[in-house]
């Protein structure tokens, strides 16, 4: 996805597109580096610690959620309670009725079927931002997995069915740091001596608060 302030994107800079352009270049050295080890996009940790160690991201946010449910479903058939028990059955004679049935239908007829079901999906976005000139590409990686357990188990007058479903969802958010950028001012962050100097003074007007 590209995002700009300009006009349009026949108006973005050249140097934006080379941003751009450099990202493309990282992602696909990277696919190859995943295929190369016997990885792919599914394989969450391997990717994340491919991008979080290149050196070229920050880190702007991960979540981590999670989804749990588990229920049962018991119905019974009423409609042949009549025909098998006789008419009029009602109040606590009807709940004797269905017991009855309960016990006696899985006798008539049984029938049971089972599905489980396994999605994984992952996912990267691009996002591709020229605000005002400047070229800022964001990374978003999601990966999802859901397990789905079900069964059900029938008889002529009663249904049982059973249902688990687990879903875990990662997202991570980053943020691409142009290697122009990293040789260009990385020199600047050597010490200086005025500066300890100054982060020394600073320090001390905090002795005597409990930390």
């Known amino acids: 996805m590209v995002v700009t302030t300009s006009n349009g994107t026949d108006d973005v800079a050249p140097a934006v597109r080379e941003t751009f352009q450099k990202v493309m270049v990282f992602f696909d050295a990277w696919t190859a580096a995943l295929t ?31 989804y749990h449910s588990d ?11 009549g025909a ?25 007829s049984d029938g049971f079927s089972e599905q489980k079901t396994d999605k994984e999906i992952a996912h990267l976005l691009f996002i591709c931002e ?28 009663e249904e049982v069915s059973r249902q688990t479903i687990d879903f875990k969802f990662h997202s991570d958010d980053y943020l691409f740091v142009d290697s122009n950028y990293i040789n260009k001012f990385t020199a600047d962050f050597e010490k200086s001596d005025s500066y300890e100097k100054l982060i020394d003074e600073l320090a001390k007007t905090l002795d005597g608060l409990p930390s």
């Open 71 to 81: 229920s049962t479903k018991v119905s019974l058939n009423t409609s042949i309670i």
């Open 36 to 66: 190369r080890k016997k990885f792919s996009l599914y394989d969450y940790d391997a990717v994340k610690q491919m991008i979080s160690s290149s050196g070229l991201f920050v880190s702007m946010g991960s979540k981590a959620r999670s």
């Open 84 to 108: 098998v028990l006789g008419p009029g059955i009602t109040g606590g004679g009807m709940l004797i009725a269905k017991k009855t049935l309960a016990i006696i239908g899985g006798k008539i």
């Open 130 to 157: 020229s605000l005002m000139g400047m070229p800022l590409v964001t990374i978003s990686l999601y990966h999802t997995k859901l397990e789905q357990f079900g069964w059900v188990q029938k008889t002529n007058c």
